[in-house]
Structure formats: C-alpha cells, structure tokens
C-alpha cells in the first residue's frame, strides 16, 4: 500500500474489527479523508473492483420551497438542505454504532449517528438540527456579529468576531459554519423534524476560524484542506436515505440549493511522450487507461494522445504532471529502471567558496583547533553583551533560549569552552558560521570564523591569525589596539585591519583575551584568547596565487640593536622607524628581547632586534651595513624619551 | 714466541667464552696491549723477510682485534638507546573537523563527480522564496507542515513576501535563486543549515543541515533520478544499499517521492533504527514543479528536472551510530574529538 499510495503508521484490532491508520498526504485530504476514497485506491493499485453504496430515495409530501427558505452570504460556495418529518430518534443499529466506534466517533442517536456515518464514508461533514427548536423557516448563512454568542453541542460558550461564519436562523446562531453545530436545535428524543445540511465552506474563512476559537473538529478538517463542492449532494441524498430507512422519517420533496457557480470539470491533455519524458519509462496505452479509469478519471484517446476528465473529488489534479503521477505510483516507481541521464557534458562553473573555506578548517585543525557547530541564536541572557539595537529578534521560538538570531561566533564557542573546562584543561576550539544583525534598518547575515583557546596566550594567537591570513591573504595586516567591544577585556583587545594608513583601512575582525565579567558569569578559568574575523571580508583580500620570492644567494650580515622606549610605546612604531631607516638592504627586523625591570628605568622597555642586512646582486661589505646601523640608531635616538644600547 | 695464527685462534676462542660485554672488551684490551704488544717488541729481534712475515701478519690481527673491539662498542651504543616502544605515544596537537562538515564533504565530492556544483544561499530567507515561489500557496495548511521560525519585524503583515524574513525550513529557496540568474542546464547540490520552531529532543533540532539536489534540462526522468541516487547511496555508505521511492507530497514537486534506504544496521532483518521495517527514510524528492521553474524564469515547456532533499545530520547518525541529534550542537569535545 505504501510503495503506491500512502503510508499506514499503524494497524489496531478494535472488536472483531481492525483500523488502519492510514497517513493521508495533505494533497489528498479532499478525496481521501473518506472510506470510500482509500477503496478506491486500494481496488486502483490491486486491481479489485469497489461499488459506491446505492442511494434510492422515497421523496413524500408537499415541496421542500414550502417548508424553508435560505438566505447564504459570506464564503460559502454551496448550502444543500433536505427537509425530513416524522423521524424517530433513537440508538443507531449496533453495525453503526460499532463502526462509528472502531472509528473514535461517540454514538448518539441514530440521526446523529447517521451524519457521522455519512461524514466517514464520503468525506463530507453533515449536520441534523430539530427543525422545530429553530426561531423561524429561514436557515441563514452570515458571518458572526461583533460579540455574538453561541454555545455548541458540547456545552461550551463561545464569543465570535465578526470573521466567523456562521449559520443562523432569524434570531441567533444555530452553528459555526464548518466547525460545530450549536446545542439549541439539538437533535434529541423529542425530534420530529429535521433539517439536514451539507454545505461547502471556504477553507481559509473555516481554518482561521478554527484557529481563532481553538477548536478542531472532524468536519474543520476536512473543510479546511478543501473539498468538492459536488460531495453535498452525493452525502445529503445518502444520509437521508439512511435516515428514512433507519429512523423511519419522511424525506420532503426537494433539495434546497445555492449554488451559484457549478464546479466545472477540469480536462487535462497529454501523450504518452510526456509520461515517457517524466517517468523514463515506457507504460503501455493499455496501462495508462487502466490506471487512470480505475482512479475515476474519464479517459479519451486518439492514437498516443489523451484527454482525461478529472473526477469531481480529485480536487488535487490540474496539470499533466498530476497526471503521470497518478500513472508513475500505480505503475509502481519500482518497476522504472535506474538510467543515466544521456547529456552533452556542459562544464559547470566553479563556485570555489567551498573548497577555500574548506581549507581555512584544515588549516585551524592543524594548529590544533577542533572545529564545533553552535546553534544560530542566543538568549536573552548573553544578548547584553551586545547592542541591542542590532539585535534581531525572532517570534515566538519554542524556547527563550533561541531568542534573538547570534550577533556573532563567540558566546557560542565561549560558552562550549566553559562546559569543556569540566574535561579538558587545554581548550582550542573554531567555528565557521552565519552570524545576523541589523543596522540602519537593513537586516544582514554575514559569514565569520572565530576562535576561543585556553591554550594559547595573546601573543602564540596572533602567530597563527598571521599565519592564516599570510598563508591565504594579503600582507598588508595590521593590530590596532581598541576597547569597543563588551565579550573582550577591555586592555587586551587588537582591532584586526586592512591597510596601513586610516583612510584605506577595513575592519576585519578583532584579536583579544576575554573579558573578566564574562569569565566570572561563565566560571571559565585561566586566561582565554578569544578572534572572530569577518570571512567575506577576508576573502577580498584573497590571494590566488603566491609570487615565488626569490632566495638570496649573497651572504647576510647581522647587527644587534637594543632600544630603551617608554613602557606603553607600540612596538609596531619602533619596528616602523628601524624598517623605514634601514631601507631595502634590511632584510628581517627580528625582536629577539623584550625586558623591563632589574636594571632598567621605572616605565622603560627594552626592545632587543636582530638585524638582518643582505642585498639581491652582492655581498655587502660590513662599511655599508655600520653605515646602516648608525642610520638607524640615530633615528631611534632621535625621538624624544628613546635611547639606543647598540653592539657591534 | 708466539705463532700469530695461534694467536687469533687463542684469541678468538676466549671472545667466544665471554659471556658479558665487559668481558669481551677486557679481552680486547689485553690481546691488543699485552699480547700483540709483545709480539711486536720481539720482532724486532728477528731478522730479514721472517720478520716482514711475521710484522705483517701481525699488523692484520691488530686490525681484526681493533674491528672487534668496534664493534663491541657500537653494540654498547646500541644497548643505551633502548626504548619501551610499547609505552603509549604522545598525542599530536591537532584538531578535528566537525563530523557534519566531513559528510558535507564527502556528499559534495561525490556529486562533482557526476558535474554537480556546491552552492549555498541565505539562512535568513524571505517568504517568497522559501515558500511561494515554491509553490506553497499562501495560507494553505501545508505551510504549517513545516514550523517555520519567523523573524519579528514592524508591520510585518503589510509587507510583500520579498520583506518577510523567516530562517529558511529547507535549502529549496536555493534551487530557485540559482536558476533566475542562469540559463539550464543546472546540476547543483547545496548544502546548508535550515531551521525549524520546534522542541528539542535527541531526533529534532532547531537548526540541522540538508543537501538539497536539483538537475534540470531537456527531457530528466526518474529513471534518470534513480540513477544519480543510487550512485550516491552506494558511494557514500561504501555498501550495497538498497532503495525504494514511495509517493509523497511537497508543493514543489509532482510527482514527489519519499525515498527509503536498505537499513544496513540489521541487513532488512528490522532493529531499532528501521523500527523493524528493514527500511529508513532519508530523502524526499521529485520532479520540480512546472510553478517553481516558472518562478525561477524557466522554460517549464522545454525545460524539466529532479530535486532531493536529505537530512545530513540523519545521514551521520546512521554512519556513526549517533543517537542524539543534539551532539552535534553542544560543542563537546569528548564527542567532537571521536571524528
């Protein structure tokens, strides 16, 4: 049943009889939230026959235009009644009621019973009221006033708004269109009368107003996804024949009906070349027509080209793809043979960002960082780390803990490294994700890699930021002290930038240890670095391909240079004026030393470098590398509070 | 004297007896500075070619004593380089790549191996892509098949569907994103995030990942389907896999399958992973729906195709025998540090 059709999550022994619970794909709640629509599947992929019940009915008496008249507005596209006298209400048979029963449905009375009945066979929701419990002839279909009341046959009270339908008699509601009928003209004991509807409601009017009462029912249900408007007529004329037979009740002449605009049969045209196109496979005209007929669709074909009526019920099918579905399922998906697609081979394009950001990971987990995934969102409480107007907040997420959309990489990671403090003293971990925020009214989801390490300090961080970025990137990298960010320690925080000068640089991302409050508020121990860069960012400064550097053949010589700068001097200042002094004969300026205390003045440093000098056509003689190193100690002596300590 | 043959016997025969290194070396010694020593003192005695003889001779066993004597030592050098080369070795300092990243991986090179390309969009997606241009009517039940998680915005009734943010419920707004801007023939895969409002338990998620599929062009057919699918399966489980397409629904597709694989924990024998169905369902799938391609500006008349959908993060755990979804997103080293 499952490889044609449609799942059957369970099968129960109730009695002497079984259920199938069967899972009925949304698209085919219009034929087959029904008896008769799972039949008709079963006899289409097994081959059986199914008969549709008969329906005879014995019509009595004067004209059903005398008896009531019926005033339909608002979403409503057909109101079918019958009128029938003189029933008598009592249990239903025990066939009835223990298949009602099997079904979950509570028998009533027989004339109750008999909608329910009707509504499991067919599909289409019935409802019975006591004709004579109604305030007038007039059934009166409208949408509810402001505040109106109805209490249902549950004994439940509601208050309506103004988008409800309802169906009403002239005083007061007697039902909510499409979901329950009200407990007035209930049928009881007493009924003689009755007026019988099957109606077809607009299935958004019924689902919202569903929602908006809370309340569900097995006729909601079904209304809701859309059924026939034909269906009224098949299940009043059923329920009443039911109903004169069982109940003994007198059917009046007539059907009432507003209808205004007909259900116009939909034809779907297509050869058996399209259903080869589709399904790859070659189903017979034999097969095709069995198929379709047995499924209660009309077939006409000429030589390899139908034209197929579509069944009443089969609200779900409008376009030949429809169709050869229906024909693929039935034929079987089994039975279609797996074939490579025969094409001409058209180069794909490459979209590199997955290689490249692939090898971004490779290169963290060989410096020793596992990579980790993080939920997209964070809670309020680690929200106040950041501004809030740049937050973007979701509706209604199942828990607080996902209320607003991650501003960045690192509570996540900062709070994994946290929990992994309990196992794990050396912690590095990394993630590549999406972060959201929004500003100046736009709202922006951008990409980051960031990074959280217990084992590392500041200084062994940068070393592998730069080589990362010198590995994929551009040089031009600088470390910008800042105190604007609220995860970081407000000391030890390096804005990480493009481009030397201010009017070139970029932001790509920052380079610090974490804050004392966070740490406190997370218990995290030691001291934590903490990077996040903004990835499409870094990209534009990727570099394809690396220029071979070429290996200088001459030999270097080397000069040691030792500078005392006030304690709080950059060193990228000192490193600064020594490259800039020492020209292109200076190769590498390597700080080999970095001392403060014993022997040295209060809040002075000393800066030790290893010089390195060496030229592309020559060996430098060691005249021009002390002419050089004057150059350079001058400079440095040069600024005021600096003083160089130099060996030769 | 002695004869020097002798000699090397005597000599040979005492380094046979000696059992300890020292021993051996203390024999060394002495031939050398006692013995030969002798000898070389008493040659002087000796006249004419006897003594060249003798000399000579002489000389060669010094050498062959000195050989011994070599090699002994290198023996010793040996002996102090002893190590336990059953004591544990130290753990290298590397890291570990997330194990829903390596899956992603080995998806996407299998299909670029069939010409498929890996592309990705907006986890924050719209609601005209990520549900009308997919063919979700608006307002239908089937919307709420899915719970969407939707981002608060002002006035968010009275905007057009283009300004409705939602985190995507699938990766299927891609497909449409893709081809609006490209003429077919497409064959991409897209991996990705997506999103769903509900609560967690060790199967659901809010976040997880699928690898969406889609391949379009003059005449693809599920035959076509099956094909690259079962490519696919057999690739990424290195086993037999056995699969089978059931008729589903999706607002996108049509016809639309449920594609099942061969459980290849029990062998189709039914365990708990296929609650003794012999079967899991990992895929939804079907033949994209003429709307969608309109949408996306494609000729439907000329132009049709196949979409599939899987969740990886169910893909892992059947690999790794995983049985909580949740690992994934906590962080855990203890888990992570397995792949």
């Not at chain 1, 736009?442 to 960031?450: D, G, L, M, T, V």
């Amino acid at each position: 049943m499952m490889l044609h059709f449609f799942e059957v999550d369970g099968v129960e022994k109730v009695g002497s009889d079984f259920t199938l619970d069967i899972d009925v794909l949304p698209s085919r709640a219009g034929d087959c939230f029904s008896h008769i629509g799972i039949a008709r599947e079963i006899a289409a992929f097994t081959g059986m026959d199914y008969k549709e019940p008969e329906v005879k009915i014995k019509e009595k008496g004067e004209s059903i235009e005398e008896r009531v008249s019926m005033d339909v507005r608002g979403a409503c596209s057909r109101y079918t009644l019958r009128v029938i006298d003189d029933v008598e209400v009592a249990s239903s048979p025990t066939y009835i009621q223990k298949r009602l029963k099997t079904c979950g449905i509570k028998p009533i009375n027989n004339v109750v019973d008999i909608a329910n009945y009707v509504m499991l066979e067919t599909g289409q929701p019935l409802h019975a009221f006591d004709a004579e419990k109604l305030g007038g002839e007039k059934i009166i279909v409208r949408y509810a006033k402001k505040r109106e009341k109805i209490v249902t046959l549950d004994e439940k009270r509601y208050e309506l708004q103004d988008s409800i339908l309802v169906i009403a008699d002239e005083l007061s509601p007697i039902g909510i269109a499409g979901i329950k009928g009200g407990i007035v003209p209930e049928v009881d004991k007493e009924t003689k009368k009755i007026f019988l509807e099957a109606a077809n409601f607009d299935p958004l009017t019924i689902r919202r107003g569903s929602r908006n009462l809370k309340l569900r029912t097995d006729a909601s249900l079904r209304f809701e996804h859309g059924i026939s408007a034909e269906l009224t007529q098949i299940a009043i004329n059923r329920a009443a024949s039911m109903i004169a037979d069982i109940a003994g009740g007198r059917v009046v002449k007539g059907l009432k009906d507003y209808y205004p605009e007909k259900e116009e049969e939909k034809t779907v045209s297509f050869d058996v070349g399209d259903v080869r196109k589709v399904l790859g496979t070659d189903v017979s005209l034999k097969e095709i027509e069995r198929i379709l007929r047995a499924l209660g669709f009309r077939v006409q074909r000429n030589q390899e080209n139908f034209s197929v009526t579509v069944p009443y019920f089969r609200t779900d099918v409008s376009i030949k793809e429809d169709i050869i579905e229906e024909i693929g399922r039935i034929y079987g998906y089994k039975n279609i043979d797996p074939c490579a697609p025969k094409k001409e081979i058209v180069p794909t394009e490459k979209d590199e960002n997955f290689d490249i950001e692939n090898s971004y990971k490779d290169l963290w987990k060989s410096f020793g960082f596992s990579e980790t995934y993080n939920y997209s969102f964070i809670n309020e409480e680690l929200s106040i780390h950041f501004d809030r107007k740049k937050l973007i907040e979701l509706e209604k997420p199942v828990s607080l803990e996902f209320k607003y959309l991650r501003p960045s990489l690192l509570p996540g990671l900062i709070r994994n490294l946290a929990e992994n403090q309990k196992n794990y003293e050396k912690i590095r971990i990394f993630e590549m994700g999406s972060v959201f925020y929004s500003e100046g009214g736009e709202k922006y989801q951008k990409k980051r890699i960031a990074f959280v390490s217990s084992a590392d300090d500041f200084y062994s961080a940068k070393g592998k930021i730069n080589l990362f970025l010198d590995k994929f990137f551009t040089e031009q990298i600088f470390y910008v002290e800042s105190d604007e960010n609220t995860i970081f320690s407000k000391k030890r925080l390096a804005k990480i930038v493009f481009g030397s000068s201010n009017s070139r640089q970029e932001e790509l991302g920052a380079l610090g240890e974490i804050s004392s409050k966070i740490k406190e508020e997370m218990r995290i121990k030691g001291s934590v670095v903490i990077a996040e860069l903004d990835l499409e960012k870094i990209k534009k400064f990727r570099r394809k391909t690396k220029t071979y550097e070429q290996i200088f053949r001459f030999p270097p010589s080397t000069r040691d240079v030792a500078v005392l700068v006030p304690k709080k001097t950059p060193y990228a200042e000192v490193e600064g004026k020594i490259k800039k002094e020492g020209g292109k004969m200076l190769r590498r300026a390597f700080l080999f030393d970095v001392y403060e205390g014993k022997e040295i003045p209060e809040g002075m440093k000393n800066l030790a470098f290893r010089l390195l000098f060496q030229a592309k056509n020559k060996t430098i003689s060691s005249f021009e590398v002390n002419k050089l190193q004057e150059k350079i100690i001058k400079s440095l002596d040069g600024v005021s509070g600096w003083k160089t300590r130099s060996n030769k | 004297m002695k004869d020097i043959s002798q000699l090397k016997e005597e000599f040979l025969k005492e380094l046979k007896k000696a059992k300890k290194a020292e021993e051996r070396r203390k024999i060394c010694k002495k031939y050398i500075e006692e013995e030969l020593s002798s000898v070389f003192c008493s040659i002087k005695n000796l006249a004419g070619e006897k003594r060249t003889k003798i000399g000579k001779e002489a000389n060669e066993l010094r050498r062959f004593i000195l050989e011994q004597q070599k090699k002994e030592k290198e023996k010793r050098k040996e002996g102090e380089g002893w190590i336990d080369v059953t004591l544990p070795g130290n753990d290298p300092e590397m890291g570990t790549i997330h194990p829903l990243t390596q899956l992603q991986r080995r998806c996407v090179d299998i299909f670029s191996r069939m010409g498929f390309l890996a592309v990705e969009g907006p986890e924050m997606e719209n609601e005209w892509y990520n549900f009308d241009a997919l063919n979700f009517k608006e307002d239908h039940p089937v919307r709420e098949m899915q719970d969407t998680l939707f981002v608060k915005q002002k006035n968010r009734e009275s905007l057009p569907a283009k300004d409705k943010l939602l985190m995507r419920t699938q990766t299927s707004p891609v497909q449409v994103r893709y081809m609006e801007k490209r003429k077919p023939p497409f064959r991409i895969i897209v991996p990705g995030r997506v999103f769903r409002n509900e609560a967690t338990d060790s199967s659901h998620e809010i976040n997880f990942y699928q690898l969406e599929g889609l391949m379009v062009g003059e005449n693809i057919s599920v035959a076509n389907f099956k094909a690259i699918i079962n490519f696919f399966f057999q690739e990424l489980f290195y086993d037999d896999i056995d699969f089978r397409l059931r008729p589903s629904f999706f607002p996108f597709t049509e016809p639309s399958f449920e594609v099942d694989i061969s459980c290849s924990i029990c062998a189709k024998k039914g365990c708990s992973v296929c609650k003794n169905t012999g079967w899991i369902e990992v895929m939804g799938a079907g033949m994209v729906h003429p709307n969608v391609l309109e949408s996306a500006k494609v000729d439907s008349a000329k132009f049709n195709g196949f979409a599939f959908g899987v969740g990886l993060d169910r893909f892992a755990m059947i690999e790794h025998k995983i049985d909580d979804i949740r690992l994934f997103y906590g962080g855990d080293l203890r888990f992570l540090k397995q792949f």
